[in-house]
């Protein structure tokens, strides 16, 4: 394709893979005039030498790296949700229409796009992802535990915190009761099980640091129920939130405005499955940790309204102030 075309282009889709991206470029009247599989290496210098146009890609890994790069060479990046692009392909699926489906969406008026995420964001988010995985792997031993123990007959009041205590003791027991290798067994699992609670420590103390240090995290930890892990949870999955209305981050924390709608149908919009479900779940269950704690601070009857008007924390997510907050307890 032809050096000038490159100056009639208005909107261009990316489609990213790991070391291929296939590019579709409109001009004004929605024509391809551009439609071409570039490597990786040859993304930025092209685009370098394009003027500055609109470019549309899927909101997925190494989206929001090469956003904030084409925002620096002048070009208004914008990223959607995958499930929005959807409706716009055509035929059969390849990499070039998934292309031309994404130019095609991110022209819509009435789209909703991702905010880029910063640096330090990603970085955020990938302490909370391997935290939330270690702790994944700690339930898994203490069950492996405890299913061991039940084999044998032995039972401990659920709780990890008593299992720890009983353990000692449980490992003292007769041959009778547990055999040496199974004594064996459940010690190798108990040494795994203070190596990853010694590197979970690790990575929630520096998240909490991070957290005391961040304006938008100290406004969300002034809400009942949210402390810093929850807090900066939310903060690295949405920043300050300006990607969203009120109504729409209610529905990303799966937190409905209205307890039904006509039909007995719930409320909760489709908003609630996109973006990042880990801190979508950390900040209901603080909120729902709270609840009973805000209701015996409030009239009854004003109990259930008062948790959906202060579910979202919207005001503290945007700087904003926000009547009767009262400090309390977190996570």
């Not at 620096?72 to 070039?96: C, E, I, T, W």
């Not at 039972?155 to 720890?164: E, H, I, P, S, Y």
Request: charged share 25%; hydrophobic share 40%.
């Amino acid at each position: 394709m032809s050096q000038q075309l490159s100056t009639t282009i208005a909107v261009i889709g990316v489609d990213i893979g790991k070391n291929s991206f296939h590019v579709v470029g409109l001009d004004q009247r929605g024509a391809i005039v551009l439609r071409q599989k570039w490597s990786r290496g040859q993304v930025e210098p092209r685009f370098a030498n394009m003027p500055p146009c609109l470019i549309g890609m899927e909101a997925c890994v190494g989206a929001h790296h090469l956003s904030r790069k084409l925002k620096g060479l002048g070009h208004d990046a914008r990223l959607m949700p995958a499930k929005y692009v959807r409706p716009y392909s055509k035929g059969q699926k390849n990499d070039f229409r998934d292309a031309e489906a994404i130019a095609e969406a991110v022209q819509r008026p009435t789209m909703k796009f991702v905010a880029t995420k910063t640096a330090d964001q990603l970085d955020l988010q990938a302490l909370h992802r391997v935290r939330e995985r270690l702790v994944s792997q700690r339930t898994g031993i203490i069950n492996q535990i405890r299913a061991f123990l039940l084999e044998r007959g032995v039972a401990v009041r659920q709780g990890q915190r008593f299992l720890r205590l009983e353990l000692p003791r449980i490992l003292a027991a007769p041959p009778d009761v547990l055999s040496p290798r199974m004594v064996r067994v459940i010690e190798d699992l108990a040494g795994d099980w203070r190596r990853l609670d010694e590197r979970i420590e690790g990575l929630s103390g520096e998240i909490e640091a991070i957290a005391r240090q961040d304006a938008g995290c100290e406004r969300l930890m002034s809400v009942p129920g949210i402390g810093p892990i929850i807090s900066s949870a939310m903060v690295a999955a949405i920043g300050a939130g300006d990607a969203f209305a009120k109504e729409d981050i209610e529905a990303w924390q799966s937190l409905p405005a209205c307890p039904v709608r006509p039909g007995g149908m719930g409320c909760i919009d489709q908003a609630q499955e996109l973006g990042a479900p880990r801190a979508q779940a950390m900040a209901r269950g603080g909120q729902e940790a709270a609840a009973p704690q805000r209701a015996r601070h409030r009239p009854r009857q004003q109990a259930g309204a008062h948790r959906l008007e202060r579910s979202c924390a919207w005001p503290e997510l945007r700087g904003e102030e926000s009547p009767g907050s009262r400090p309390m307890s977190s996570r």
